[in-house]
């Protein structure tokens, strides 16, 4: 069984920045693509950035392209998001889950594990 944890979320001022980390279990974390994703209160969940599983292949969703930027650590079984010029739009739960192949997908159908996510606020 797959294991995803968060971290790293919380309440930061418009413009700034926060970094999540996803931690993994298991030992074939390397052949996996992984994602992140967020929802909004009253919002459905929505594509935010993913990874394949090397790393050399990366998809953003338009609307945080030059402003999140994600990256991996296979060693470490991590999965990060760097958040910066945060909006309060930004503002959600953030999800990170792992891909059925290595390969990057938006398709929130093309993951099988997810963590339980992390909060973050941005305020005005």
């Known amino acids: 069984q797959v294991q995803l944890v968060e971290s790293g979320g919380g309440l930061v001022q418009a413009g700034g920045s926060v970094r999540l980390s996803c931690a993994a279990s298991g030992r074939t974390f390397s052949n996996y693509a992984m994602g992140w994703f967020r929802q909004a209160p009253g919002k459905e969940r929505e594509f935010v950035a993913t990874?394949?599983?090397?790393?050399?292949?990366?998809i953003y969703a338009d609307s945080v392209k030059g402003r999140f930027t994600i990256s991996r650590d296979n060693a470490k079984n991590t999965v990060y998001l760097q958040m910066n010029s945060l909006k309060p739009e930004d503002t959600a739960v953030y999800s990170c889950a792992r891909g059925r192949y290595g390969g990057s997908s938006y398709d929130p159908y093309e993951y099988d594990y997810w963590g339980q996510g992390t909060q973050v606020t941005v305020s005005s």
């Open positions: 990874i394949n599983w090397s790393g050399g292949n990366i």
